[in-house]
C-alpha cells in the first residue's frame, strides 16, 4: 500500500525556501554597513576632488600673499629712490638673463 510515497522529494517548494533565505539575508543586513560600502565606493574619488580641492587653495592663497608683498614693495619703492633703483636693476638683470637664455 505505501508503495507510491516518495520520500526523496522534498517537503518545501524550492521558492519558498529561496525567499525565507532571502528574507533571512535582508535581516543580517544594517544600514552600517550599507554606509561603509557606499564610503568604499565613492571614497576614492570623493578624497581625490577635496585634494585638489585643498592644494589649489593652497595655490590661491600663496599667490595673493605674493602679490600683497609685491604691492607692499611697489608702495616702499615709489616713496624711496634707493629701493626703486634696486627693482630697476633686477628687472635689467633679468630681462638680460632671458635674452641670454632664449634659443630660437
Request: no cysteine; aromatic share 8%; charged share 20%.
Amino acid at each position: 500500500m505505501a508503495r507510491f510515497v516518495h520520500i526523496d522529494i522534498p517537503a518545501e517548494h524550492g521558492g519558498v525556501t529561496r525567499m525565507v533565505n532571502g528574507f533571512a539575508a535582508l535581516r543580517s543586513f544594517s544600514i552600517t554597513i550599507a554606509a561603509l560600502h557606499a564610503l568604499a565606493v565613492v571614497g576614492s574619488p570623493i578624497t581625490g576632488a577635496l585634494g585638489a580641492i585643498r592644494s589649489g587653495l593652497a595655490r590661491w592663497a600663496a599667490d595673493r600673499k605674493q602679490r600683497a608683498a609685491d604691492h607692499k614693495l611697489w608702495e616702499i619703492a615709489l616713496s624711496d629712490a634707493r629701493v626703486m633703483a634696486d627693482l630697476s636693476r633686477a628687472m635689467s638683470r633679468e630681462a638680460a638673463d632671458i635674452g641670454r637664455y632664449r634659443y630660437y
